[in-house]
């Protein structure tokens, strides 16, 4: 396990480093009083026994190496959700314009989903990670989508995990109906967008105004 974990250190240094950063852009937006296009961000490093299974199906030696590197493009993951459509253009744009990592190639499964009826946004971007050894660069795969989608994705991931791949004709039909519901969805929430975010900020300032802790805060830093 000692070779795993030099090879995915620098991976996990990465999803960490990502996670912080992406969540930091959030808090931007909030402090200065705009509307976060990013609702939340997560991160995960590929299991092994899901590298395993990958180099299995690549036809490559389950062992750290260039190769296997170079091949598994998404050994880290950030997935950042957004509440609407709109806001993953947004985010992608965000993205572009950073200096501390390099876009590899982007794959736009919104506009053409997949058969199976997946949406999402995936950026492969090459990161630059510090280590006692010096600078690694590791891929990085991005998927940004609404909460529609990664509620779909995480069903249908556990239903392809349960049947190994092969789900019945049935579910996948099913399945298909479902993702098109909850893009359906997607765009009716789209369409009354305004609305619901002035709700989301009448909601928020009522209920700062109306929390003792915080009204006793913003008291202490105006003695201040």
């Given at each position: 396990m000692g070779q795993w974990d030099q090879f995915l250190g620098p991976y996990k240094q990465a999803v960490d480093e990502l996670k912080v950063k992406f969540r930091g852009m959030r808090t931007q937006f909030s402090a200065t009083g705009s509307t976060s296009p990013i609702e939340f961000v997560t991160g995960r490093l590929k299991p092994l026994a899901s590298i395993y299974d990958k180099c299995q199906?690549?036809?490559?030696?389950?062992?750290?190496s260039e190769q296997l590197a170079k091949v598994l493009q998404d050994i880290a993951g950030i997935r950042i959700m957004c509440q609407f459509v709109d806001d993953i253009t947004s985010v992608v744009n965000l993205i572009r314009q950073r200096k501390d990592l390099t876009i590899i190639e982007e794959i736009d499964y919104i506009t053409n989903n997949k058969p199976s009826g997946y949406r999402s946004y995936h950026m492969i971007v090459k990161y630059p990670v510090e280590t006692i050894n010096g600078e690694i660069n590791v891929l990085v795969e991005i998927q940004i989508r609404t909460l529609a989608m990664n509620f779909w994705a995480s069903i249908e991931h556990s239903l392809n995990y349960k049947y190994k791949g092969d789900i019945p004709e049935g579910i996948k039909l099913r399945l298909q109906r479902a993702a098109e519901a909850a893009f359906r969805l997607d765009e009716e929430m789209s369409s009354i967008r305004s609305e619901i975010q002035?709700?989301?900020?009448?909601?928020?300032?009522?209920?700062?105004?109306?929390?003792?802790?915080?009204?006793?805060?913003?008291?202490e830093k105006e003695r201040e």
């Open positions: 199906e690549k036809g490559i030696p389950f062992e750290p002035e709700a989301q900020a009448y909601f928020s300032e009522n209920k700062e105004a109306n929390s003792p802790n915080i009204q006793k805060n913003n008291e």
